[in-house]
């Protein structure tokens, strides 16, 4: 069965600190996606990868960068943390790079981010 | 500019009522698919359907059924004889051939609430 692991379901983190949210995806996709959630406003894409060592900018990348070193795992990071960006983070991949518009996406569970 | 609207927030019903959501969408593309995507409380967004601009034809899956119309921009969902595993936030979204990636663009999405 298709499946994308975030790493943490919950986290805490201070003003300031660098977070790390991990994904890994089994399905050998080769889109990957970070999108936040926030109410009233829906999934807004951050940033998402067509392939490895690549990236593009989504509709809100700023104070967020992401890695991706291997096919199956897309990192997004948040260089110093702020208040604003407290929201729920969602992964997600997609089959195919050249029918990324039709091909649907897959999440993974989420992680609720917390910065006090 | 939002380009997928859920009007509707919050819809409330009994169970074996039906409830329908809607969606308008807005895009000066030919090409184009929609989607809707379930968000159960588990907070994994499930894929339920993807309809591409040629094909106007409605769809039945079960409980679910889809009317899509291009004269109104329009792509709603009816679920008929609601249960309460159908309680989840509900999202439209909308992939445009135009866009260099045809990226999903997401409406703010319609949380169903399913009573006894």
């Known amino acids: 069965d298709v499946k994308v692991t975030q790493s943490s379901r919950y986290l805490v983190k201070r003003t300031g600190e660098k977070v790390f949210l991990e994904c890994v995806q089994d399905m050998d996709h080769e889109n990957m996606f970070w999108y936040r959630q926030d109410p009233g406003l829906g999934l807004r894409l951050i940033y998402f990868s067509y392939d490895v060592k690549m990236k593009e900018k989504g509709d809100i990348p700023e104070g967020y960068s992401v890695s991706r070193e291997k096919k199956e795992r897309f990192s997004l990071i948040l260089e110093s943390a702020s208040t604003n960006q407290t929201s729920m983070y969602l992964c997600a991949s997609s089959f195919g790079a050249a029918t990324v518009y039709n091909s649907p996406l897959h999440f993974g569970n989420g992680t609720r981010l917390t910065v006090t | 500019a939002q380009k997928v609207t859920q009007a509707q927030t919050e819809i409330s019903v009994v169970e074996k009522e039906d409830v329908t959501l809607d969606c308008v969408y807005e895009?000066?593309?030919?090409?184009?698919?929609l989607f809707w995507y379930k968000q159960p409380p588990s907070g994994e967004l499930v894929f339920l359907i993807r309809r591409n601009s040629f094909d106007e034809q409605n769809e039945i899956s079960g409980r679910y059924s889809w009317n899509f119309q291009k004269s109104t921009s329009s792509f709603n969902f009816t679920i008929t004889a609601s249960q309460v595993v159908d309680s989840a936030v509900y999202f439209c979204a909308l992939s445009e051939a135009g866009d260099s990636w045809g990226k999903l663009q997401f409406g703010a999405g319609t949380q169903v609430v399913v009573t006894p």
């Open positions: 895009t000066r593309d030919t090409t184009y698919y």
